[in-house]
T-cell receptor, first 115, second 114 residues
Framework: AQKVTQAQTEISVVEKEDVTLDCVYE???????LFWYKQPPSGELVFLIR??????QNEISGRYSWNFQKSTSSFNFTITASQVVDSAVYFC????????????FGDGTTLTVKP | DAGITQSPRHKVTETGTPVTLRCHQT?????MYWYRQDPGHGLRLIHY???????DKGEVSDGYSVSRSKTEDFLLTLESATSSQTSVYFC?????????????FGQGTRLTVV
C-alpha cells in the first residue's frame, strides 16, 4: 500500500518569506512518480511538477524548487520570496507503476501568504 | 488545458435520491478516475476506469457505481444519496502507458445532500 504524509496542515507566512512544504511518502515499489498540485481558492487542481523515482535531481522553476531525497522518502517543495498569489492548498501525490495510474494524495497543506 | 468537462458543476439533492455526475474528455485518454475531496482528507479515489466497460473500485467506493460506455465519458452514480456523500467530486484522466504524464483534473462538482 502507498501512503503520502503532509504533516503541515496549515502554514502562514508574510509576503517575500521563503516557505517549504514537506511531503513524505511510503511505497514498496521501486518505480514510482511523485507529483505536486496546487489548488487555489477557485478550486481547480493545477499540476506543478512530476518526478520519477530514478531521477533525484533537484529542480527549480522560477520561485519554485523541489528537493527529492529517496534516502528519507521525501519530496519537499520550496517557494522562494512568497507572494499573496501563492496562497492555496498544495497536495503531494504518489503514483506507482503497478497501480493502474491511481494516485495516492496527501491531505494537503494550506498555505496563506499575508501581504 | 486538458479537455475535461464535469457536469453539473453544482448540485443540491435530497437524501435518498439518485444522482449521476458526468465526466467528459476530449483527450482520448485510456484512464479515467473519480475522486472525492473532503476537508482534512485530501483526494480519495472512488472508482477508476482503464478502458471502455473496464472499471474497478478505489478506496471509498461504497455507495457509488460507475459506468464507461464510451472512451470519452465516465459516469459516477450515487444510487441513494446520503449526507455523508456531500463533497466535492473531481474527475481525472491520464494516459498511463506514457508514465511521464500527470493526471489532468476537471473543475470539480460540488454536491450537497440535504
Amino acid at each position: 500500500a502507498q501512503k503520502v504524509t503532509q504533516a503541515q496542515t496549515e502554514i502562514s507566512v508574510v509576503e517575500k518569506e521563503d516557505v517549504t512544504l514537506d511531503c513524505v511518502y511510503e511505497t514498496r515499489d521501486t518505480t514510482y512518480y511523485l507529483f505536486w498540485y496546487k489548488q487555489p481558492p477557485s478550486g481547480e487542481l493545477v499540476f506543478l511538477i512530476r518526478r520519477n523515482s530514478f531521477d533525484e535531481q533537484n529542480e527549480i522553476s522560477g520561485r519554485y524548487s523541489w528537493n527529492f531525497q529517496k534516502s528519507t522518502s521525501s519530496f519537499n517543495f520550496t517557494i522562494t520570496a512568497s507572494q499573496v498569489v501563492d496562497s492555496a492548498v498544495y497536495f503531494c501525490a504518489l503514483r506507482v507503476n503497478t497501480n493502474a495510474g491511481k494516485s495516492t494524495f496527501g491531505d494537503g497543506t494550506t498555505l496563506t501568504v499575508k501581504p | 488545458d486538458a479537455g475535461i468537462t464535469q457536469s453539473p458543476r453544482h448540485k443540491v439533492t435530497e437524501t435518498g435520491t439518485p444522482v449521476t455526475l458526468r465526466c467528459h474528455q476530449t483527450e482520448n485518454h485510456r484512464y479515467m478516475y473519480w475522486y472525492r475531496q473532503d476537508p482534512g482528507h485530501g483526494l480519495r479515489l472512488i472508482h477508476y476506469s482503464y478502458g471502455v466497460k473496464d472499471t474497478d473500485k478505489g478506496e471509498v467506493s461504497d455507495g457509488y457505481s460507475v459506468s464507461r460506455s464510451k472512451t470519452e465519458d465516465f459516469l459516477l452514480t450515487l444510487e441513494s444519496a446520503t449526507s455523508s456523500q456531500t463533497s466535492v467530486y473531481f474527475c481525472a484522466i491520464s494516459e498511463v502507458g506514457l508514465w511521464n504524464t500527470e493526471a489532468f483534473f476537471g473543475q470539480g462538482t460540488r454536491l450537497t445532500v440535504v
